[in-house]
């Protein structure tokens, strides 16, 4: 029988709530590691976003006899060589966490003017069945680093992230606003087109 469940993998309930609305509509239900795979972890090693998010689907769907999703995401800041980059989310050490990687970078980027202040999100999705990589999707959105935190909406290092297209930090955003620039965002919808086509051919 045919597997009506997609495992995005991550033990998230964040991230699954918003995959669950962005990929509404399709015929698979979202489900994430802790209803399908509990206890089974995966260390993430690579060095680009696109080698995490692929090791980490391909693991999981061979546990799994469904399709696949995994994410990798992050900040890259070009004055800092593209770090926070694969650590964004530890990038404070040996204290990570929203405030203190935020605090990290603004430290790193004192006294250096807003036209070398770019910075990018990037965010890569892969999706697998039984070992094979079946699309990797990648979403970008081109940014800079503000010298000040502004906003409360978001997460991560969205208070230091100045969209000048909308002349807002992504925290000052709705997540309807954000979600319709963002790297994830941009990512999904590419992902979604695909599913949406692969949900009405025979190979679903
Ligand atoms: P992951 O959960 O390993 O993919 O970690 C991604 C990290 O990148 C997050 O913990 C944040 O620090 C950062 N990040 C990725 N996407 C966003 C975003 O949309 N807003 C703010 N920070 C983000």
Redesign the pocket.
């Known amino acids: 029988m045919t597997e009506r469940r997609l495992l995005l993998a991550t033990t998230?309930p964040g991230k699954i709530r918003e995959m669950r609305a962005l990929f509404k509509g399709l015929p698979w239900r979202i489900v994430g590691l802790g209803e399908v795979l509990p206890g089974l972890t995966f260390p993430?090693r690579g060095r680009t976003f696109l080698e995490n998010a692929r090791a980490k689907s391909l693991f999981y769907s061979r546990k799994w006899a469904g399709l696949t999703l995994a994410?990798?995401?992050?900040?890259e800041v070009e004055a800092l060589d593209g770090a926070p980059g694969v650590i964004?989310?530890r990038f404070a050490r040996p204290r990570p966490g929203?405030e203190s990687?935020n605090r990290k970078v603004l430290r790193l980027l004192a006294g250096v003017p807003e036209k070398r202040r770019k910075a990018r999100?990037v965010?890569v999705i892969v999706l697998s069945e039984r070992g094979r990589v079946i699309k990797a999707v990648r979403g970008e959105v081109r940014g800079r680093i503000a010298v000040e935190p502004r906003g409360t909406g978001?997460?991560?290092?969205?208070p230091l992230?100045y969209y000048s297209p909308l002349r807002k930090t992504?925290a000052e955003l709705s997540a309807e606003a954000k979600n319709r620039v963002?790297?994830?965002g941009r990512a999904v919808r590419m992902m979604r087109g695909f599913l949406e086509k692969k949900g009405q051919g025979p190979g679903r």
Not at 71 to 75: A, C, H, P, V, W
């Open positions: 998230n993430e994410e990798d995401s992050g900040l964004s989310a929203d990687n999100y965010c978001g997460f991560g290092y969205d992230f992504f963002s790297h994830r």
